[in-house]
T-cell receptor
Framework: EAQVTQNPRYLITVTGKKLTVTCSQN?????MSWYRQDPGLGLRQIYY???????DKGDVPEGYKVSRKEKRNFPLILESPSPNQTSLYFC????????????FGPGTRLTVT | GQQVMQIPQYQHVQEGEDFTTYCNSS?????IQWYKQRPGGHPVFLIQ?????EVKKQKRLTFQFGEAKKNSSLHITATQTTDVGTYFC????????????FGAGTILRVKS
């Protein structure tokens, strides 16, 4: 089954404790992206990657890191989480190009206390 | 920078009533996509519009792309409880590297 998977689905952590949210897709998509969803603000892009070893900042990259060492994986790293990073995070993937739809993972709800 | 505004933010309708959400871009778009997110779920692609003035239908859903390619709408005829969720538009602008920018979404609730 074609899908995007994320882990963990739920995470409660404390300020400053490094964490990684994994994302994996099995559709051979070149493009992968991370979004955060907050009430009233929609989906805001954090980072994206057009292919292996190619990543770039989205609209809200501060406090986040990513890597793309393999085509299928695109982990999101919070080196020192803060309470303002409490949010619902989605990973998405698609073929590269301006006409392809994005496939979203199930989401990761992160709470930073 | 590129902005995509979506209204209304929230709408509560009686089952059987119609519903419309509107999307407006600050720049001319190369295309626009619509997604639906069910409560507790993730966004799922509905449709893409590319041509100026384009109209597409999916059963009770009608999607329109404005003549100037700066606005779009989604209209649902005779809403059902299965229509509940958040509807997002997302536009691409070639001047901004065809980046996909999402609107804030419209939350639809349906009273049965």
């Amino acid at each position: 089954e074609a899908q995007v998977t994320q882990n963990p689905r739920y995470l409660i952590t404390v300020t400053g404790k490094k964490l990684t949210v994994t994302c994996s897709q099995n559709m051979n998509h070149e493009y992968m992206s991370w979004y955060r969803q907050d009430p009233g603000l929609g989906l805001r892009q954090i980072y994206y990657s057009m292919n292996v070893e190619v990543t770039d900042k989205g609209d809200v990259p501060e406090g986040y890191k990513v890597s793309r060492k393999e085509k299928r994986n695109f982990p999101l790293i919070l080196e020192s989480p803060s309470p303002n990073q409490t949010s619902l995070y989605f990973c998405a993937s698609s073929f590269w190009g301006n006409t392809y739809e994005q496939y979203f993972g199930p989401g990761t709800r992160l709470t930073v206390t | 920078g590129q902005q995509v505004m979506q209204i209304p933010q929230y709408q509560h309708v009686q089952e059987g009533e119609d519903f419309t959400t509107y999307c407006n871009s600050s720049t001319t778009l190369s295309n626009i996509q619509w997604y639906k997110q069910r409560p507790g779920g993730h966004p799922v692609f509905l449709i893409q519009l590319v041509k100026s003035g384009e109209v597409k239908k999916q059963k009770r859903l009608t999607f329109q792309f404005g003549e100037a390619k700066k606005n779009s709408s989604l209209h649902i005829t005779a809403t059902q409880t299965t229509d509940v969720g958040t509807y997002f538009c997302a536009g691409r602008d070639m001047e901004y590297g065809n980046k996909l920018v999402f609107g804030a979404g419209t939350i639809l609730r349906v009273k049965s």
